[in-house]
């Protein structure tokens, strides 16, 4: 039973310091997204990725978020410095998009603390 | 802009009672796919069903249905005999642009047993 895998489950960090979170998609899968949710702002899309180009990282906040995919098995999310504001739930999807859209299968989180 | 909306944010049902949440969305394109995602207290998300827009016609799958109004820009979905199991946050999805997806803010569900 394929899944998207993602490390670590939980993160508590200080304000200042440097946080990544990892996703490994569905093999297969040509796109890869990450999400963040809070209880105010729900499900944001951060950014996606299409064969590992990245195709929209407009949600993110640029000064402090980057999101990169070293190769098609990886995928990775860095805050640096990180904030209190970013304590949420972090997602990473995958799916696979062709012709058709196809539903995204989505990770168990990385849940973020930032003290 | 896309936009998705889900009126409801909390529903508690007593089990084996059928549960509709409703979901309506606001879009700009012609053709769009819209979903049903579950988050049970695990946090997940769960993918249920999708639901392309020029297909209205409803259909049920085991204990989920669902229902497309093309014309009202809704898409509720239904589950039947509610089970403790089905206590979750579901969330209606809508698709736009390049394959990105605009959820709703979730029903949170809580089938009491």
């Known amino acids: 039973d394929a899944r998207v895998t993602q490390t670590p489950r939980d993160k508590v960090t200080e304000m200042g310091q440097e946080v990544t979170m990892r996703c490994q998609p569905i093999?297969?899968?040509?796109?890869v997204f990450w999400y963040r949710q809070t209880m105010m702002q729900g499900l944001e899309l951060l950014a996606y990725?299409?064969?590992?180009?990245?195709?929209?990282d407009s949600g993110m906040p640029k000064d402090r978020f980057s999101a990169e995919m070293p190769d098609a098995t990886l995928a990775t999310l860095k805050i640096q410095p990180s904030e209190p504001r970013d304590s949420a739930v972090y997602f990473c999807a995958s799916g696979l998009f062709t012709m058709a859209y196809n539903e995204q299968f989505f990770g168990p989180g990385t849940r973020l603390t930032v003290l | 802009a896309q936009k998705v909306t889900q009126a409801q944010t909390e529903i508690s049902v007593v089990e084996k009672e059928d549960v509709t949440l409703d979901c309506v969305y606001e879009?700009?394109?012609?053709?769009?796919?819209l979903f049903w995602y579950k988050q049970p207290p695990s946090g997940e998300l769960v993918f249920l069903i999708r639901r392309n827009s020029f297909d209205e016609q409803n259909e049920i799958s085991g204990r989920y249905s669902w229902n497309f109004q093309k014309s009202t820009s809704s898409f509720n979905f239904t589950i039947t005999a509610s089970q403790v199991v089905d206590s979750a946050v579901y969330f209606c999805a809508s698709s736009y642009g390049n394959n990105r997806l605009a959820f709703g803010k979730g029903n949170q569900v809580v089938v009491i047993p």
């Open positions: 990725f299409r064969n590992r180009a990245p195709l929209d």
């Open positions: 879009t700009r394109d012609t053709t769009y796919y």
């Open positions: 093999l297969g899968h040509n796109t």
